[in-house]
T-cell receptor
Framework: NAGVTQTPKFQVLKTGQSMTLQCAQDMNHNSMYWYRQDPGMGLRLIYYSASEGTTDKGEVPNGYNVSRLNKREFSLRLESAAPSQTSVYFC?????????????FGPGTRLTVT | RKEVEQDPGPFNVPEGATVAFNCTYSNSASQSFFWYRQDCRKEPKLLMSVYSSGNEDGRFTAQLNRASQYISLLIRDSKLSDSATYLCVVLNSGYSTLTFGKGTMLLVSP
């Protein structure tokens, strides 16, 4: 099993450009999450999808949209990138098993907006 | 009080030392807690879950004090490979999302 995979690994955008970050998991997990991590700020939740067909805002959703394409895939879109969105983006997933709340992370996408 | 608070460190210890990190959380209704490890420029990885008063896994012991709302992580016989940032994580009410502390950096030297 590959676990949680993310593409691309690195990306440089100009202000105003758009892009989609891709995330897929092969663990048959129900819930999926998008985080950003900035120096001194820790991991902050952008959006999550508790199950296929649902999405909810997290702590910092402004400037982002998400799509839960199917059970395996959860994408994050930046419609008009801003320098403040320069960050490392992590996708995570969580099994459905009752009582199992831990999340498993992908390797991350390092995004720079100039 | 911040939701999940950790001493950022760094904690500098020699190989073989015992080191402990504490973490405090603000939501007294929180039920589940975790410690994650994050290496430089890598993703966080689950180290331990803390579901009751605490648990032990080899050299690592996690303890939970609900009355004082803190969680601790004890690492015995530190190895060079233990050098990383340790994230304290709390399950939010609603059981869907986690809140992460900013992490404590550990540096183990020869």
């Amino acid at each position: 099993n590959a676990g949680v995979t993310q593409t691309p690994k690195f990306q440089v955008l100009k202000t105003g450009q758009s892009m989609t970050l891709q995330c897929a998991q092969d663990m048959n997990h129900n819930s999926m999450y998008w985080y950003r991590q900035d120096p001194g700020m820790g991991l902050r939740l952008i959006y999550y999808s508790a199950s296929e067909g649902t999405t909810d805002k997290g702590e910092v959703p402004n400037g982002y949209n998400v799509s839960r394409l199917n059970k395996r895939e959860f994408s994050l879109r930046l419609e008009s990138a801003a320098p403040s969105q320069t960050s490392v983006y992590f996708c995570a997933s969580r099994p459905r098993t009752s009582g199992a709340y831990e999340q498993y992370f992908g390797p991350g996408t390092r995004l720079t907006v100039t | 009080r911040k939701e999940v608070e950790q001493d950022p460190g760094p904690f500098n210890v020699p190989e073989g030392a015992t080191v402990a990190f504490n973490c405090t959380y603000s939501n007294s209704a929180s039920q589940s807690f975790f410690w994650y490890r994050q290496d430089c420029r890598k993703e966080p990885k689950l180290l331990m879950s803390v579901y009751s008063s605490g648990n032990e896994d080899g050299r690592f012991t996690a303890q939970l004090n609900r009355a004082s709302q803190y969680i601790s992580l004890l690492i015995r016989d530190s190895k060079l490979s233990d050098s990383a940032t340790y994230l304290c994580v709390v399950l939010n009410s609603g059981y869907s999302t986690l809140t992460f502390g900013k992490g404590t950096m550990l540096l183990v030297s020869p």
